[in-house]
């Protein structure tokens, strides 16, 4: 059964088979020290040229393939793979990004504001705003709708689920490792992203930190959830997802 699979199809559902019966949830970190950990085993081309993204992912599906096989794994067919109702979650955390890009500035900027606690007034800038009221910006909003506030969140540990659904992608569209490359750069901007938001969100407080500063951090996070929201649509369109209308809704 397991020759009939294709190497990075075996991996994909090692993952799986770790995650729910070892109770060990593959991540992106993990699959780069696998990489680091073969890089010196794969082989190079003469020159000062690394072996290409797609031979490294073979030969570590063949080491875990071989790895299966010594530590006596179960039967790969019994492996978990992304439902529907999990996959919904990609289609609701994808609608709510683009509910955040439509309505940026609403979101991440209210006008007199309402009393804050001492911990919040610290996280938001005022900025003055014509009459003499003031505008607070909230850059963690930005964290709200990318999954990293919550556990509820549809696009929490969104890399994870991303993995499992590997079985099912439409290889019309792309193959396996460029699948997997993008659930990678998927993560690493949504990384990023929650990153600039934070840093943006204590405003004035950091070094040589001013209202010029915080508008620029924003507009950096906006730019980087727009690179973050088309990898994501990408991925979605590899598992053949309807992309829904932008909304708030987490279900």
Request: aromatic fraction near 6%; glycine fraction near 6%; charge should be negative.
């Amino acid at each position: 059964m397991i020759k009939d699979m294709t190497p990075l199809r075996i991996i994909a559902i090692c993952s799986c088979i770790f995650s729910f019966g070892w109770s060990f949830q593959p991540s992106i970190s993990t699959h780069n020290q696998i990489r680091a950990g073969t890089q010196l085993n794969v082989a190079k081309p003469e020159g000062n040229h690394m072996s290409s993204r797609r031979d490294l992912f073979e030969a570590v599906a063949k080491s875990a393939l071989v790895s299966s096989v010594l530590v006596g794994l179960p039967n790969p067919s019994f492996a978990a793979v992304a439902t529907p109702t999990e996959l919904k979650k990609l289609q609701l955390g994808h609608s709510r990004v683009r509910y955040l890009l439509t309505n940026w500035e609403k979101l991440t900027e209210t006008c007199n504001n309402k009393a804050m606690s001492d911990t919040e007034a610290k996280q938001v800038v005022r900025t003055e705003n014509g009459g003499g009221g003031f505008c607070d910006k909230n850059p963690l909003v930005v964290q709200e709708y990318l999954g990293y506030k919550s556990t509820d969140d549809p696009l929490f540990k969104a890399d994870k689920l991303m993995l499992k659904a590997v079985p099912l992608i439409d290889e019309s569209v792309m193959d396996e490792a460029d699948y997997v490359d993008l659930v990678e750069q998927y993560r690493d901007k949504a990384d990023q992203v929650s990153l600039l938001a934070y840093t943006s969100s204590w405003g004035e407080a950091n070094p040589n930190g001013g209202k010029e500063t915080v508008d620029e951090y924003l507009e950096t996070t906006r730019q980087v959830v727009l690179e973050t929201e088309s990898l994501l649509r990408k991925i979605m369109g590899a598992l053949k997802l309807e992309v829904l209308e932008p909304s708030v809704n987490k279900k």
